[in-house]
T-cell receptor
Framework: AQKVTQAQTEISVVEKEDVTLDCVYE???????LFWYKQPPSGELVFLIRRNSFDEQNEISGRYSWNFQKSTSSFNFTITASQVVDSAVYFCALSEIYNQGGKLIFGQGTELSVKP | DAGVTQSPTHLIKTRGQQVTLRCSPI?????VSWYQQVLGQGPQFIFQYYEKEERGRGNFPDRFSARQFPNYSSELNVNALLLGDSALYLCASSLAARGSNEKLFFGSGTQLSVL
């Protein structure tokens, strides 16, 4: 069975601090995709990144970076120099390789609060 | 271009009633998925429809049903509402080319409260 665990329920930081959100996943599939989504108070989930299981190269995009380690089944997300606008709930998600774009297995989410 | 639109935004029903939630995908997107998000939890997959056919179903009772129309819009129906059905219902659309696992575009959801 597929499962995503985000052990951190809430994180509170002060603006400009770096913060890492943890994600651990379980799957019996050898090929799969991992995602991060952001959910601001307005409710809609906003796509941040997608990685496939073949590509363990870590990625940096502006203040965001992702660390994918297949050996430990982890896909962690770091925000550098956090800003108040980063305050939101962040979800890690997993999908099967042949999914037709619909079924994601989400973690419980980590609520990030960035204080000025 | 308009994003995924859902209606209504809020809904209050009583136990035993039936509800219909509506979703319009992004223009050109042929796949629509429905998710239930209970307060404090991650979204749970309910259904996926592609080209008007059900392509996936999550672990939800038969009280939940959905359909997709020729214009790719979709409706989610829930019968015999229970208090536990109170949640944010999210709709997502995608181009859904097989195997692509491209990103989903989500609407802002319908907040359903069952009293």
């Amino acid at each position: 069975a597929q499962k995503v665990t985000q052990a951190q329920t809430e994180i509170s930081v002060v603006e400009k601090e770096d913060v890492t959100l943890d994600c651990v996943y379980e799957t019996r599939d050898t090929t799969y995709y991992l995602f991060w989504y952001k959910q601001p108070p307005s409710g809609e989930l906003v796509f941040l990144i997608r990685r496939n299981s073949f590509d363990e190269q870590n990625e940096i995009s502006g203040r965001y970076s992702w660390n994918f380690q297949k050996s430990t089944s982890s896909f962690n997300f770091t925000i550098t120099a956090s800003q108040v606008v980063d305050s939101a709930v962040y979800f890690c998600a997993l999908s099967e390789i042949y999914n037709q774009g619909g079924k994601l297995i989400f973690g419980q989410g980590t609520e990030l609060s960035v204080k000025p | 271009d308009a994003g995924v639109t859902q209606s209504p935004t809020h809904l209050i029903k009583t136990r035993g009633q039936q509800v219909t939630l509506r979703c319009s995908p992004i223009s050109g997107h042929k796949s629509v998925s429905w998710y239930q998000q209970v307060l404090g939890q991650g979204p749970q997959f309910i259904f996926q429809y592609y080209e008007k056919e059900e392509r996936g179903r999550g672990n939800f009772p038969d009280r939940f049903s959905a359909r997709q129309f020729p214009n790719y819009s979709s409706e989610l129906n829930v019968n015999a509402l229970l208090l536990g059905d109170s949640a944010l219902y999210l709709c997502a659309s995608s181009l859904a080319a097989r195997g692509s696992n491209e990103k989903l575009f989500f609407g802002s959801g319908t907040q359903l409260s069952v009293l």
